[in-house]
């Protein structure tokens, strides 16, 4: 009887520690696929404010309030929404990065509402260190995520801030040459 007893308990023990790991096992599957989503829909929303960033910055003159209508550009993205999405689910890494990134855009867009067009140096000292901030980021996801490391060499670039592809910054018109580096 004892022995009969002593084995129930062993027996129920297993299936309760059997069942909290599994269950701490699909919380952290769980975990990992709302990271995955927020952390897309963070890089989507931060591309879909830099691309009406730069249509601003192209034909500003056709907008009647340039700060107005670059506020516009971050909220008709949800970046403000999705920044704080992040910050619930995010590891601090990609938080930090995150903010960075959301800092950058920031920045990019105060320059844009100021009226600085794509080619002049205002504009290429802000955009590219928010490029930097944009590829820093995808590099911390995809590093927290476990997908293989990325590199600007990959891509036949020096560095991810995109100055040695920029027309303007090859060029010399728009940033100055201290700022290459």
Same mark, same amino acid.
């Given at each position: 009887?004892?022995?009969?007893?002593?084995?129930?308990?062993?027996?129920?023990?297993?299936?309760?520690?059997?069942?909290?790991?599994?269950?701490? %096992? *699909?919380?952290?599957?769980?975990?990992? *696929?709302?990271?995955?989503?927020?952390?897309?829909? $963070?890089?989507?929303?931060?591309?879909?404010?830099?691309? *009406?960033?730069?249509?601003?910055? %192209?034909?500003?003159?056709?907008?009647?309030?340039?700060?107005?209508?670059?506020?516009?550009?971050?909220?008709?993205?949800?970046?403000?929404?999705?920044?704080?999405?992040? $910050?619930?689910?995010?590891?601090?890494?990609?938080?930090?990065?995150? %903010?960075?990134?959301? *800092?950058?855009?920031?920045?990019?867009?105060?320059?844009?509402?100021?009226?600085?067009?794509?080619?002049?140096?205002? $504009?290429? #000292?802000?955009?590219? +260190?928010?490029?930097?901030?944009?590829?820093?980021?995808?590099?911390?996801?995809?590093?927290?995520? #476990?997908? +293989?490391?990325?590199?600007?060499?990959? $891509?036949?670039?020096?560095?991810?801030?995109?100055? #040695?592809?920029? +027309?303007?910054?090859?060029?010399?018109?728009?940033?100055?040459?201290?700022?290459?580096?």
């Amino acid at each position: 009887m004892a022995a009969t007893l002593g084995g129930a308990l062993i027996a129920m023990a297993g299936s309760v520690l059997a069942d909290r790991l599994r269950t701490r %096992q *699909e919380d952290r599957r769980g975990l990992q *696929e709302r990271r995955r989503v927020v952390y897309t829909e $963070f890089i989507a929303a931060a591309g879909a404010a830099h691309t *009406e960033l730069r249509r601003l910055a %192209q034909h500003g003159g056709e907008a009647a309030d340039l700060e107005d209508a670059s506020r516009q550009a971050l909220v008709d993205a949800r970046v403000f929404e999705v920044r704080e999405r992040l $910050f619930l689910d995010a590891s601090p890494r990609i938080a930090r990065a995150g %903010q960075t990134m959301f *800092e950058g855009l920031r920045a990019l867009r105060r320059t844009v509402a100021a009226g600085a067009g794509v080619s002049t140096p205002a $504009f290429h #000292e802000v955009y590219h +260190p928010y490029l930097q901030a944009v590829w820093s980021y995808r590099a911390a996801v995809r590093e927290e995520l #476990e997908g +293989p490391a990325l590199s600007p060499a990959e $891509f036949g670039w020096s560095a991810w801030d995109g100055r #040695e592809r920029c +027309p303007h910054c090859r060029e010399g018109g728009a940033a100055p040459a201290s700022a290459h580096g």
